[in-house]
Every structure is written in structure tokens, then in C-alpha cells.
């Protein structure tokens, strides 16, 4: 197999993607910006209790 082969079997991705492995879960609460559903990310260095993100860009990091 060459290289262009094996090109195009991958999925193209976008920068809006998630990183893998980064949302912890997907919410049913609805966006104050959008209405479009939320998504609970997971605990980084930056916000270690977690953040609600949506795709328009809205973020709130959690307190606890």
C-alpha cells in the first residue's frame, strides 16, 4: 500500500472538532447564546472543575 492509498482512507477532520477524549459528556440543557444543546468537557489545568462549551462558542467554566 502507498502512501496516497492510505490518504484516503482517512476521515478529514476540521479545527472545530473535539479533541478525542476531551468531552466527558454531552448535555440536554440548552445553550443561553443558541438553544443548540451543551456539551460537559472534562477537568484540565485551566478549569479543574470542568466547563460547559457549545459549538456557537459560548463557554462557562464550573466552580465545583
Request: with cysteine.
Amino acid at each position: 500500500m502507498n502512501i496516497s492509498d492510505y490518504m484516503k482512507q482517512m476521515k478529514r477532520g476540521s479545527k472545530k472538532d473535539d479533541i478525542p477524549g476531551t468531552v466527558q459528556e454531552y448535555l440536554d440543557e440548552p445553550c443561553p447564546a443558541c438553544g443548540k444543546k451543551l456539551k460537559l468537557m472534562k477537568p484540565c489545568c485551566g478549569s479543574p472543575h470542568g466547563t460547559k462549551e457549545c459549538v456557537c462558542g459560548w463557554k462557562i467554566q464550573l466552580t465545583s
